[in-house]
């Protein structure tokens, strides 16, 4: 069976900084696009950030310059580091993987999720 854990979230000050890991079994993440929503109750999933397998990688302007997404192919792992936090980063994180014929910015890209961290960020 296919999981995608993710982990990491939690409480900070805003201006601090975060790395959230999301951890695959059952699938190797070098064979898909890789991504990560965020979403607040009653609003529909954010997209974040994404890597292909060549490294090439995808950012939503909100987050550009602060975040960054990476690989640890040893680890089947992804991390998403988020640096210079915002209040309005506060949100459910969660990470996907995907290999859809659509946009690597769109939520039906993505076959897999996880069931996502909190990360609040405090003003």
């Known amino acids: 069976q296919v999981q995608l854990v993710e982990s990491g979230g939690g409480l900070v000050q805003a201006g601090g900084s975060v790395r959230l890991s999301c951890a695959a079994s059952?699938?190797?993440?070098?064979?898909?696009?890789v991504g990560w929503f965020r979403q607040v109750p009653g609003k529909e999933s954010e997209f974040v950030a994404a890597?292909?397998?060549?490294?090439?990688?995808y950012y939503a302007d909100s987050v550009k310059g602060r975040f960054t997404i990476s690989r640890d192919n040893a680890k089947n792992t992804v991390y998403l580091q988020m640096n210079s936090l915002k209040p309005e980063d506060t949100a459910v994180y969660r990470c996907?993987?995907?290999?859809?014929?659509?946009?690597?910015?769109?939520?039906?890209?993505?076959?897999?999720w996880g069931q996502g961290t909190q990360v609040t960020v405090s003003s």
């Open positions: 996907a993987a995907g290999s859809g014929s659509s946009s690597t910015r769109t939520f039906a890209f993505y076959d897999y």
């Open positions: 890597i292909r397998w060549s490294g090439i990688t």
């Open positions: 059952g699938l190797t993440f070098s064979s898909y696009v």
